[in-house]
């Protein structure tokens, strides 16, 4: 078993990326901490340091929510077989927003988003995807190599070009970090991007499992050290926000592993107390 100290840097350093990665790496690790430890003081502390190492996505915030009520192993087991199975639903219930042909532009690396897309191509749809790269970290490296590895025609691009070819594709599909009645929050650029699909009557698509949703009051946006950006800079601030929130206006629909909703009703499930 992997230490904590390992566990939250591997998260921190982006090693492991992704909501919903994340998510279930934190949760593989606490079902063996909490096998050991069980659910008092040292579960409640591991767990604080593993929600606090990427403060923003909100999937494995849910899952500790429920996990601190019920205490159990099982439950534990519960949510990542939930959160597994919940992808497998999203890539056949997301084939609906997938045309038999399309070009399909996305950001970032989305392990959801990407699940719509392989699977419209193994089903034979004739697809192509333009990947951005996705400053400071390329994680559209990683989004790329799993296309390429499919079979699937996929074009590297800046995240400057994305006004450039935004005219060429049919649509985007991106994923989520947390779902919020104000908008949905993911990889900074995706503000960008919906802006650009806007503009150019591009639909813009946004997948998510339901464990996403976010009733957090307050939405903390994850600062990233500047290092990440520029190297050994002196005299100069730098900024480096690892998401942005898109208000809904950007929005088309959202796939979630329960059915495709309208920005409304999202806004109607989210706005309810409780
Ligand atoms: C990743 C990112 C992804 C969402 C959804 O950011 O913004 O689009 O987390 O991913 P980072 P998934 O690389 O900084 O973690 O669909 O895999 O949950």
């Not at 392989?118 to 400071?136: L, M, Q």
Request: net charge positive; hydrophobic share 40%; proline share 3%.
């Amino acid at each position: 078993m992997e230490s904590l100290e390992r566990v939250e840097k591997n998260i921190k350093d982006v090693k492991i990326q992704g909501a919903r990665e994340i998510a279930l790496y934190a949760l593989k690790f606490l079902r063996e901490f909490c096998k050991k430890n069980g659910f008092g003081l040292k579960f409640e502390v591991a767990a604080m340091i593993l929600e606090r190492a990427r403060p923003t996505a909100v999937v494995l915030h849910n899952c500790l929510e429920i996990i601190k009520k019920e205490k159990k192993i099982s439950t534990i087991n519960e949510l990542i077989k939930k959160l597994e199975n919940s992808t497998k639903k999203i890539s056949i219930i997301g084939q609906k927003i997938i045309p038999e042909e399309a070009k399909i532009m996305t950001h970032c690396h989305s392990g959801e988003a990407l699940s719509v897309i392989k699977h419209a191509n193994k089903i034979g749809k004739k697809i192509s995807v333009i990947a951005t790269i996705t400053e400071p970290l390329h994680q559209g490296i990683k989004t790329v190599k799993e296309l390429a590895k499919e079979k699937i025609p996929v074009t590297l691009i800046s995240d400057n070009a994305i006004g450039f070819f935004i005219k060429n594709v049919d649509l985007v599909i991106v994923g989520s970090d947390a779902i919020r009645k104000e908008g949905f929050v993911n990889k900074i650029g995706t503000y960008l991007l919906a802006l650009a699909s806007k503009e150019n009557e591009k639909p813009f698509f946004v997948v998510g499992n339901t464990l996403k949703f976010d009733k957090r009051k307050k939405l903390e946006i994850e600062e990233r050290p500047g290092s990440e950006i520029y190297k050994k800079l002196k005299g100069v601030k730098i900024m480096n926000p690892a998401f942005d929130l898109v208000p809904w206006k950007y929005v088309e629909k959202i796939v979630t592993e329960k059915k495709i909703f309208n920005p409304n009703e999202i806004i109607k499930i989210l706005s309810k107390n409780g």
